[in-house]
């Protein structure tokens, strides 16, 4: 059996010796689509960082994949400066990096897979755009090429669908179950939304009130599972297949 | 006409290949500084520069070492202290300002405000507790690459050479590093190192444009052609590219106006830059087709020129080697000998603003060789020339200047160049400059002249004698005064030193 991919075993992770997030226990499996979900400020952003080995743990035991194995990353689109003069293909080509090397310049090779990388996420025409006049949508596909163009064999995501209207949403998220049959690339996707990854994601980490709440999606999205960890009533409905999650305005007494 | 379009790169080659220096290195920097939106950061550094160099010039003094009039060379320390601890001072200031952007508690510009405030204010105190220096601030604020030195122009052209190797070689990792830093880190690099030495390299580069050409300077081209470079391009090659040829457009446009209109460097290549800038402003959309390509051509002639002034730049220091290939053995030539005749010739020229800049350029270039020619200058019929020249004896120094100078007191008409003089010839070791200010004390008839006089009186000597410049000199107050002044000066005449580290006469 493969190793994990993450491992956290009773982990505390913070800033300045304050543990933002403490006693974190999960695992990430190959080939799992794992959603990190949690309101704002709960603390996501902080054990996203100690997955990318951005934040060292202040306490327990975190296990990170080794060079061998190729990580993709889609930061926010927001945290990303529009002011810079560069193409679709500059952002995507950047995925590169390692494999082009500090001084040297992109081969025609690269130039390809960065091509056929814009192809897999259905922007091809768009190569030699500047990044900036791309629409929301368009920016999240781009960054997603960036994080595929190096063939990864895990793909981490930072909110990917913030400030995208449903239809956008719904393409990211297609394109991800698509990259992971296809490829078997581990996903984890970090999100405030819970309707978000309900539909994609195997398996759930909900990061409520300090809490982390980990298990299979089926388990955990159930209307006395969620009501139990949001404190609030709570409830599951199937739409055409699909499920979406319901808050009701009064808080369980 | 092409002598007379070429002329002002020969007769001011140093300044020109200083100044392209600094515009390729700022130009292509400026375009991070733009993009990672540190343009007050790098402008506080600045101030942090500035407060190294005044602490290298406090600590001269505290130190008993002063700069000697007339000696050819300054001591060591006043040579390598400025430029190392001004460079010392704007790494430390970039390394606090790259680690206090981290901290999220106050606003990132409260923090590079303090440093702001800090350093100029040091700047400030470090130099008026220091008898030497003020003119070195004045010159980093206002910018004087025409006049800049052999060892500075070296510097200036090895720290270009250096870091845009550095910038050449790992452009792409800065690229990355400052678009997107998490993805650089989770893609290997250490974004932290990397954003942190592309810091250093900007404290670096404006730590010696700073002290090579002056803030205006380092500032017109670390901000104006990356912004137009931004303005027309949507990408990052080409973006560079017209930040590079507008920042060699602008030099060679600025030196030719410097020389021209006898403008000061700076400002006409700020002028130069702006105006390139502007266009395209102007020119919006269209510009956009062929405002980059017009840029090309107009910075185009820079190459040539700048190879030629570079070979003459080695030539002057004997770096290249003769024809046959081994390193000439005769006497050495009269530095820039060829061009001497040229500028000789110049200063004759009917336009009084060729000859102040030509007499300039032949005190820049010569130094004290130069003293012969600019005191035939002292009899030109402009007074802005004159005042120009006055100056210029005086900051070359030297017994042989100190005579000039006195034979042109007994010349002078006006009054307010007989003080210029005066207090050149004080500035220089020279007490005769107290008779002369005596002289208008008693003869002037500008009463705003003879209160400079009086002031300066008062700051060479330390003493308090009287005289109400504003009113009649020869109201019976006056007189007493002025007596009071003549009898110190027969007391004192021939026996006065000038204490270098305070000023003042003794």
Same mark, same amino acid.
């Given at each position: 059996m493969?190793?994990p991919? +993450?491992?956290?075993?009773?982990?505390?992770?913070g800033?300045?010796?304050r543990a933002v997030v403490e006693?974190?226990?999960?695992?990430?499996?190959?080939g799992?689509?794992?959603?990190?979900?949690g309101p704002?400020?709960a603390?996501k952003?902080?054990?996203l960082?100690g =997955?990318l080995?951005?934040?060292r743990?202040l306490?327990?035991t975190?296990?990170?994949?080794?060079?061998?194995?190729t990580l993709g990353?889609?930061?926010?689109?927001?945290?990303?400066?529009g002011v810079?003069?560069l193409?679709v !293909?500059?952002?995507?080509?950047?995925?590169?990096?390692?494999?082009?090397?500090l001084v040297r310049r992109?081969?025609?090779?690269?130039?390809?897979?960065?091509a056929a990388a814009?192809?897999?996420?259905?922007? !091809?025409a768009?190569a030699?755009?500047?990044?900036?006049?791309?629409?929301?949508?368009?920016?999240?596909?781009?960054l997603?090429a960036?994080a595929?163009?190096?063939?990864?064999a895990?793909l981490?995501?930072?909110e990917p669908?913030?400030d995208?209207?449903?239809?956008?949403?719904?393409?990211?998220?297609?394109?991800?179950r698509t990259?992971r049959?296809?490829?078997?690339?581990t996903?984890?996707m970090?999100t405030h939304?819970l309707?978000?990854?309900?539909?994609?994601?195997?398996r759930l980490a909900?990061?409520h009130?300090?809490?982390?709440?980990?298990?299979?999606t089926?388990?955990?999205l159930?209307g006395?599972?969620?009501s139990?960890i949001?404190?609030r009533?709570?409830?599951?409905?199937?739409?055409?297949g699909?499920?979406a999650?319901v808050?009701h305005?009064?808080?369980?007494? | 006409m092409?002598?007379?379009?070429?002329h002002?790169?020969?007769?001011?080659?140093a300044?020109?290949?200083?100044?392209?220096?600094?515009?390729?290195?700022?130009?292509t =920097?400026g375009?991070?500084?733009?993009l990672?939106r540190?343009?007050?950061?790098a402008?506080?550094?600045?101030?942090?520069?500035?407060?190294?160099?005044? +602490?290298?010039?406090f600590?001269?003094?505290?130190?008993?070492?002063?700069r000697?009039?007339?000696?050819?060379?300054?001591?060591?320390?006043?040579?390598?202290?400025p430029?190392?601890l001004g460079l010392?001072?704007?790494?430390?200031?970039?390394?606090?300002?790259?680690w206090r952007s981290?901290?999220?508690?106050?606003?990132s510009e409260?923090?590079i405000g303090?440093?702001?405030?800090?350093?100029?204010?040091?700047?400030?105190i470090?130099?008026s507790k220091s008898a030497?220096?003020?003119?070195?601030?004045h010159?980093i604020?206002a910018?004087?690459?025409?006049y800049?030195?052999d060892a500075?122009l070296?510097l200036t052209?090895?720290?270009t050479v250096?870091?845009?190797t550095?910038?050449?070689?790992?452009h792409k990792?800065?690229?990355l590093?400052?678009f997107?830093?998490?993805?650089?880190?989770t893609l290997?690099?250490?974004a932290?190192h990397?954003?942190w030495?592309?810091h250093l390299?900007?404290?670096?580069?404006?730590?010696?444009?700073?002290?090579?050409g002056?803030?205006l300077?380092a500032?017109a081209?670390?901000v104006?052609?990356?912004l137009?470079g931004?303005r027309?391009?949507?990408?990052w090659?080409?973006?560079t590219?017209?930040?590079?040829?507008?920042?060699l457009?602008?030099?060679?446009?600025?030196a030719?106006?410097?020389?021209?209109?006898?403008l000061?460097?700076?400002p006409?290549v #700020?002028?130069?830059l702006a105006?390139?800038?502007?266009?395209?402003?102007?020119?919006?959309?269209?510009?956009?087709?062929?405002?980059?390509i017009?840029?090309?051509v107009l910075?185009a002639?820079?190459?040539?020129?700048?190879?030629?002034?570079?070979?003459d730049?080695?030539?002057?220091v004997?770096?290249?080697?003769?024809?046959?290939?081994k390193?000439?053995?005769?006497?050495?030539?009269e530095?820039?000998?060829?061009?001497?005749?040229?500028?000789?010739? !110049?200063?004759?020229?009917?336009f009084?603003?060729?000859?102040? #800049?030509?007499a300039r350029?032949l005190?820049?270039r010569?130094?004290?060789?130069a003293?012969v020619?600019l005191?035939?200058?002292?009899e030109? =019929?402009d007074v802005?020339?004159?005042?120009t020249?006055i100056e210029?004896i005086?900051?070359?120094?030297?017994?042989?200047a100190s005579?000039a100078?006195?034979?042109?007191l007994?010349?002078?008409?006006?009054?307010?160049?007989e003080?210029?003089?005066?207090h050149a010839?004080?500035?220089?070791?020279?007490a005769?400059? +107290?008779?002369?200010l005596?002289?208008?004390?008693?003869?002037?008839?500008d009463p705003?002249?003879?209160?400079?006089?009086v002031?300066i009186l008062?700051?060479?000597?330390?003493?308090?004698?009287g005289f109400?410049?504003?009113?009649?000199?020869q109201?019976?107050?006056?007189?007493e005064?002025?007596d009071r002044?003549l009898?110190?000066w027969?007391?004192?005449?021939g026996? =006065?030193k000038?204490?270098?580290?305070?000023?003042?006469?003794?």
């Amino acid at each position: 059996m493969a190793p994990p991919v +993450f491992q956290f075993d009773d982990v505390a992770l913070g800033y300045r010796g304050r543990a933002v997030v403490e006693h974190v226990t999960f695992t990430v499996e190959p080939g799992d689509f794992l959603g990190l979900v949690g309101p704002n400020g709960a603390g996501k952003t902080t054990i996203l960082r100690g =997955l990318l080995g951005m934040l060292r743990p202040l306490h327990g035991t975190l296990l990170r994949p080794g060079p061998e194995t190729t990580l993709g990353y889609v930061p926010q689109r927001r945290q990303l400066d529009g002011v810079f003069p560069l193409t679709v !293909a500059d952002v995507v080509l950047m995925g590169l990096y390692p494999e082009i090397g500090l001084v040297r310049r992109p081969r025609p090779q690269h130039h390809q897979r960065v091509a056929a990388a814009l192809e897999r996420v259905g922007i !091809a025409a768009l190569a030699a755009l500047p990044y900036r006049d791309l629409s929301g949508g368009q920016q999240q596909r781009c960054l997603l090429a960036r994080a595929l163009v190096g063939e990864p064999a895990v793909l981490v995501l930072d909110e990917p669908t913030n400030d995208l209207d449903i239809g956008g949403e719904s393409e990211i998220l297609d394109l991800l179950r698509t990259v992971r049959h296809e490829h078997g690339v581990t996903i984890v996707m970090v999100t405030h939304l819970l309707n978000i990854v309900a539909n994609y994601a195997d398996r759930l980490a909900i990061l409520h009130e300090g809490r982390l709440t980990i298990g299979a999606t089926e388990s955990l999205l159930t209307g006395d599972q969620l009501s139990r960890i949001y404190g609030r009533r709570v409830a599951v409905e199937t739409v055409d297949g699909r499920r979406a999650v319901v808050y009701h305005a009064a808080p369980e007494r | 006409m092409l002598y007379e379009l070429l002329h002002p790169f020969e007769a001011l080659p140093a300044s020109y290949l200083a100044t392209v220096c600094l515009g390729l290195l700022c130009a292509t =920097l400026g375009l991070f500084v733009l993009l990672r939106r540190i343009v007050f950061v790098a402008i506080a550094v600045s101030e942090a520069s500035a407060g190294g160099i005044a +602490f290298a010039f406090f600590l001269a003094s505290v130190l008993g070492i002063h700069r000697e009039h007339g000696a050819e060379h300054d001591p060591w320390f006043l040579q390598v202290g400025p430029i190392a601890l001004g460079l010392l001072f704007a790494l430390a200031g970039m390394t606090l300002f790259a680690w206090r952007s981290r901290e999220s508690r106050v606003p990132s510009e409260g923090t590079i405000g303090v440093g702001y405030v800090v350093a100029g204010g040091l700047a400030l105190i470090f130099v008026s507790k220091s008898a030497q220096g003020l003119e070195e601030l004045h010159q980093i604020l206002a910018g004087s690459v025409v006049y800049i030195s052999d060892a500075r122009l070296d510097l200036t052209v090895v720290t270009t050479v250096l870091l845009l190797t550095v910038l050449a070689l790992f452009h792409k990792v800065f690229l990355l590093c400052s678009f997107d830093e998490e993805t650089a880190r989770t893609l290997g690099y250490r974004a932290g190192h990397w954003s942190w030495l592309l810091h250093l390299i900007i404290g670096a580069a404006l730590s010696v444009s700073l002290y090579a050409g002056g803030l205006l300077l380092a500032f017109a081209f670390l901000v104006l052609p990356g912004l137009t470079g931004l303005r027309l391009h949507d990408r990052w090659a080409p973006a560079t590219r017209t930040a590079i040829a507008v920042a060699l457009s602008g030099a060679t446009l600025g030196a030719w106006l410097c020389w021209e209109i006898s403008l000061p460097i700076g400002p006409a290549v #700020a002028v130069a830059l702006a105006l390139h800038y502007g266009l395209a402003v102007v020119t919006g959309e269209r510009g956009r087709r062929w405002l980059p390509i017009g840029f090309l051509v107009l910075a185009a002639p820079a190459l040539p020129l700048t190879a030629l002034t570079a070979y003459d730049h080695l030539a002057h220091v004997q770096l290249v080697r003769a024809p046959s290939g081994k390193a000439s053995d005769g006497p050495r030539p009269e530095p820039g000998a060829r061009k001497l005749e040229d500028m000789v010739r !110049a200063l004759q020229s009917e336009f009084p603003a060729e000859r102040s #800049a030509t007499a300039r350029a032949l005190a820049a270039r010569f130094g004290a060789p130069a003293l012969v020619h600019l005191e035939s200058l002292l009899e030109d =019929l402009d007074v802005g020339v004159r005042r120009t020249v006055i100056e210029l004896i005086g900051e070359i120094g030297g017994p042989t200047a100190s005579r000039a100078l006195r034979r042109h007191l007994d010349r002078e008409q006006s009054d307010e160049l007989e003080l210029a003089t005066a207090h050149a010839l004080l500035e220089l070791g020279d007490a005769f400059g +107290f008779e002369s200010l005596l002289h208008i004390l008693e003869h002037g008839d500008d009463p705003f002249v003879r209160e400079e006089a009086v002031s300066i009186l008062r700051r060479s000597t330390g003493v308090e004698l009287g005289f109400d410049a504003l009113e009649d000199p020869q109201a019976p107050a006056n007189r007493e005064a002025l007596d009071r002044w003549l009898a110190w000066w027969e007391q004192h005449e021939g026996r =006065l030193k000038r204490d270098p580290a305070t000023g003042v006469y003794r």
